[in-house]
């Protein structure tokens, strides 16, 4: 069941979005003529950054990986004079310090992991525990070796490691290197090399090995050996360098899918997509390079095939750096829900929507479009792009500086109180919409859970004056034919109460309903302020503040 509702106002025939309220409800507003801007945000780091991973227990802070083996400690934006961590690693061409994340109960038991290449050569995966005493420290003799993968080649090595919503490790090791797979090692079943492995770092299942410190999770889909008989570790087959993957996250409105990009060898650059459980793909490398054909010669371990859901040429770019799908909102509602990545050589930034089945989970790429003219600047080799707390899109420039994205001409408001980036109180503030501008709400989202009702109130300041006619309009749509009963209310400034202006029911169809009122005293405080109240009682409605991450924040445009 999914309720939403569209709320606005029109002020002397000056329409504004207001909010949305209901179950599942996001806010879709248009955000036409914004650009993207990239601020500086972390500078002083010295070449070749690879990665910025952020603290789960404190918004302000993130990790810088630097491939030379410097895991720096960045405090609001500002590099910290002494280092996390600093490792000992194999460096030149695409080896050295490539991956780094925390573990889920970091809060807790100071875990983190780190993914580098070191001498043998070998991938080594290791679990590490921060200092007991310093959060800003990590503790370099508290390494444990986990898994390690030799490295033919010097390349294809890939990087990022990332814990799943099921709680498990994921880490593309990639085909090991030169060109074209020679030894086929992507469709081999006896090689952990060009796969998506899934482990369990917190137990054992080899205690008589030193090197090998995990265990296989029961799920993993090859532990019963169908359709093929597998190294039990495998997620995924196929993969030849996907070096930059994420999930969506869904502490920040996400599904939890997986975004896959893959780094091609002649033509094409690809994206996969991975719904929540779907393990045992086999994404096609070297038999396949993006939806073309590669090497004919050579046959699938098992079939079938999935294909990506994006690919673009060697005419465009020449080596994906994948990204995140946005869930923040400095970049507005246009770019809610899109996945944003970017290619390295060429140092071109792009995005595309994505339409998700309901009910399987699948998605299909939609509208791609590219930003890199709109960032008025060459970012250089883009080396990743990350988030913060919140969401917002951090792209990291080979060449030493991260960058945060924003939009132009815009103007942010903050007035709550917060806890671990997360509202705890407060309220939605105002803004001054003066002529021809137009005030809008970027993206969020209510849940909802029974037993109690729910109130939604917005609060703005206008420069009219005079009697001013308010039209209040409320939209709501469910996908179950249900009677959703709605109290429009706005706040009295003579009284100081909320007056009912409209009541009604929203049905399971797309409802509009407007009310109006000519009263000065609902229009025009001392200082300008509008404040209108929505009420709706869907079997009692309780917001759930933990998901909603954002709703403090509201933007007037330059348009």
């Known amino acids: 069941m999914c309720v939403t509702a569209h709320l606005s106002f029109s002020v002397n025939e000056m329409k504004i979005p207001v909010l949305l309220?209901?179950?599942c409800a996001i806010l879709i507003?248009?955000?036409?003529?914004?650009?993207?801007?990239?601020?500086?945000w972390i500078t002083g780091i010295g070449s070749q950054p690879v990665a910025v991973v952020q603290d789960p227990t404190n918004p302000s802070v993130q990790m810088v990986l630097r491939q030379s083996g410097q895991i720096l400690v960045a405090v609001n934006g500002v590099v910290q004079p002494t280092p996390f961590?600093?490792?000992?690693?194999?460096?030149?061409s695409e080896r050295g310090l490539l991956g780094m994340t925390f573990d889920p109960d970091y809060a807790n038991n100071k875990t983190f992991y780190v993914y580098y290449t070191t001498s043998g050569p070998y991938?080594?995966?290791?679990?590490?525990t921060r200092d007991a005493n310093d959060p800003l420290k990590g503790n370099p003799a508290s390494e444990l070796h986990l898994l390690r993968t030799l490295?033919?080649?010097?390349?294809?090595?890939?990087g990022t490691i990332r814990f799943g919503t099921d709680g498990y490790l994921y880490f593309p090791t990639g085909d090991g290197g030169t060109g074209g797979d020679p030894s086929n090692r992507a469709q081999n079943p006896n090689d952990l090399l060009g796969k998506m492995l899934r482990i369990d770092p917190r137990s054992?299942?080899?205690?008589g090995d030193s090197e090998a410190n995990y265990s296989i999770p029961p799920d993993n889909p090859f532990v019963d050996n169908l359709p093929i008989q597998a190294r039990t570790e495998i997620w995924a087959f196929g993969l030849r360098n996907p070096w930059k993957f994420s999930f969506d996250n869904p502490n920040l409105l996400g599904t939890g899918a997986m975004l896959l990009p893959d780094v091609g060898q002649d033509a094409w650059e690809e994206v996969n997509y991975e719904p929540v459980g779907k393990g045992g793909r086999n994404y096609g490398w070297s038999r396949y390079e993006g939806l073309a054909d590669y090497n004919t010669s050579r046959s699938l371990a098992y079939g079938p095939h999935q294909p990506p859901i994006h690919v673009y040429s060697h005419a465009v770019g020449n080596s994906i750096t994948g990204g995140y799908i946005y869930r923040g909102l400095a970049l507005g509602s246009q770019a809610f829900g899109r996945y944003f990545f970017a290619d390295y050589v060429a140092g071109k930034l792009f995005s595309i929507g994505l339409i998700v089945d309901p009910n399987t989970g699948e998605a299909i790429a939609t509208d791609p479009q590219e930003h890199t003219a709109e960032l008025g600047m060459s970012l250089g080799n883009i080396s990743s792009i990350d988030v913060d707390s919140e969401g917002e899109l951090l792209v990291v420039s080979y060449g030493g500086t991260v960058y945060k994205l924003a939009r132009r001409n815009s103007t942010w408001l903050t007035d709550v109180d917060r806890a671990d980036g997360l509202i705890i109180g407060g309220q939605v503030r105002s803004l001054v919409a003066s002529d021809g501008k137009l005030l809008q709400l970027a993206p969020f989202s209510l849940t909802f859970q029974s037993p109690m009702k729910t109130t939604t109130v917005a609060g703005f300041k206008t420069n009219t004056t005079g009697s001013t006619t308010l039209l209040v309009t409320v939209e709501g749509k469910m996908n179950q034919p249900l009677n959703v009963p709605t109290v429009v209310k706005v706040r009295n400034w003579t009284t100081g109460q909320f007056d009912v202006i409209d009541s009604y029911s929203l049905t399971g169809a797309m409802d509009q309903h407007q009310s109006a009122t000519s009263t000065a005293d609902h229009v025009r405080s001392a200082d300008?302020?509008?404040?209108?109240?929505?009420?709706?009682?869907?079997?009692?409605?309780?917001i759930q503040p933990r998901l909603i991450t954002q709703l403090d924040r509201m933007a007037v445009s330059a348009n």
């Open 21 to 23: 309220f209901g179950l």
């Open 29 to 40: 507003l248009s955000a036409q003529g914004q650009t993207l801007r990239p601020d500086p």
């Open 85 to 92: 961590m600093t490792l000992t690693v194999l460096t030149g």
């Open 123 to 128: 991938m080594q995966l290791s679990r590490f």
């Open 151 to 158: 490295r033919p080649q010097s390349n294809h090595n890939s």
């Open 204 to 207: 054992d299942d080899f205690p």
């Open 528 to 542: 300008g302020r509008i404040e209108v109240r929505v009420e709706t009682n869907y079997q009692g409605l309780l």
